[in-house]
Structures are given as C-alpha cells and as structure tokens.
C-alpha cells in the first residue's frame, strides 16, 4: 500500500476514533461503539495491529464507563494482544487491566456478599490473570472455596 493511500485510511481512522470520543462526551455509548467498531473493522482488515489495539482500548473504556466491568476486561486484554502482536507499548493497555481487575475483584465480594456465587466467580475469573499478584492468590483461593460451596449446594 502507497504512503498516500495509507495517510488516508489512516485520516479515516482517527476520525471514527474523533467521533466515538465525541459520542461519549454526549452521553451516546451506543454510538460511540459502533464508531470504534468500524475503526476495528477497517484495521483488522488491513490488519493493522496498532490500530486494532486502540480500537479494542477505546473500547474497553467505553464498556468501562458503561459499567460492563467483564466485557472491559475482554477488550483491554485484546488491546494488550494487539500491542504486543505491533511490537508497540502495550503500557496503556496494561494499566487499564490492573485498573479494570481491581474492580472486577470489588465487583466479585459485593456479588458474593449478595449470595451470588456464580456471578461472583465471573467477576473473580475474570480479574485473575490481571490482578496484582498480592490479590491474586487471594482470589485464587477464594474461587476454589465458592466452588466447593456450591459443589456442595448442588449434593444437597
């Protein structure tokens, strides 16, 4: 692909980024995620790694604000990929992981204190590979205990 082509895809691009950015500002989620998912349309299929992974970032930030902890946590760790695949930072993306698995864990003991064990352990699951290896085995061994209550729940 020539320079001149690829300034312009990279143009169009930004520009989905601009306007997902501007839907949010206005309150418009919906909007918004499906500005950035045509940006991941158009550099997954150019195959352009450092473009999907901000796309998969502003995502993640969108279902962030959303208050869709699990699927944040699906899209930052797809950012994280992509960086990594562009052999670029992936710094961003990883902070956001810590970020998004401390509240997932927060998420996973108010869901456990409600008696809901098994949305508990998509919360826990879920922030494991992320989390700060302090947390971590906590959360490792909290899940096993929630997996034997509810092996035993289910014999009863």
């Keep these: 692909m020539d320079d001149a082509v690829f300034e312009r895809i990279a143009l169009e691009i930004k520009a989905l980024h601009n306007q997902g950015l501007q839907c949010i500002k206005e309150g418009q989620w919906d909007e918004a995620e499906e500005y950035y998912n045509r940006a991941l349309g158009v550099t997954s299929a150019l195959q352009y790694h450092d473009g999907m992974a901000l796309s998969f970032f502003n995502l993640a930030n969108l279902e962030a604000a959303r208050g869709r902890i699990l699927e944040a946590i699906a899209y930052a ?21 810590k970020r998004l698995a401390k509240e997932a864990m927060k998420q996973g003991m108010q ?10 352990l ?9 989390a700060e290896p302090k947390y971590q085995q906590a959360m490792i061994q909290e899940v096993q205990l929630i997996e034997r209550v509810m092996t035993v729940d289910r014999t009863e």
């Design 77 to 97: 760790a797809q950012a994280k990929t992509m960086h990594e695949t562009a052999a670029t930072d992936p710094q961003l993306s990883v902070n956001l992981l």
């Design 111 to 120: 869901q456990e204190k409600q008696g809901q064990l098994q949305e508990a």
């Design 122 to 130: 998509k919360f826990y699951t879920a922030s494991i590979p992320f």
